[in-house]
Nanobody
Framework: QVQLRESGPGLVKPSQTLPLTCTVS??????????WSWVRQPPGKGLEWMGA???????YYSPLFKSRASISRHTSENQFTLQLNSVTPEDTAVYYC???????????WGQGTQVTVSS
């Protein structure tokens, strides 16, 4: 029932900012106790949790991304966003948004969007 869709540029240049948006349908991003996460997977590597924003607007960041990432929400559009500053080729990955339920389950995922950082 819940559907998430990532959108943003597929190609960015080193030193630029990567802007990504997750559009949610079938649920409200303000639903009680739900957290909305960003996760990425570089080629040949495992999943990397980046950060999240809760139903109330509280943000959480992985130490690996805290200095460069910013997560916001737009409740009227039922969207939440990720901005990743100062990207390098090592930021090349498939980026996912996900819904985290009250039990901590990552039960709903977007299909992922490929982002390549290259000059």
């Amino acid at each position: 029932q819940v559907q998430l869709r990532e959108s943003g540029p597929g190609l960015v240049k080193p030193s630029q900012t990567l802007p990504l948006t997750c559009t949610v349908s079938g649920d409200s991003i303000t639903t009680n106790s739900v957290v909305w996460s960003w996760v990425r997977q570089p080629p040949g590597k495992g999943l990397e949790w980046m950060g999240a924003i809760s139903y109330s607007g509280t943000t959480y960041y992985s130490p690996l991304f805290k200095s460069r990432a910013s997560i916001s929400r737009h409740t009227s559009e039922n969207q939440f966003t990720l901005q990743l500053n100062s990207v390098t080729p090592e930021d090349t990955a498939v980026y996912y948004c996900a819904r985290v339920g009250g039990w901590g389950e990552f039960a709903s995922w977007g299909q992922g969007t490929q982002v390549t950082v290259s000059s």
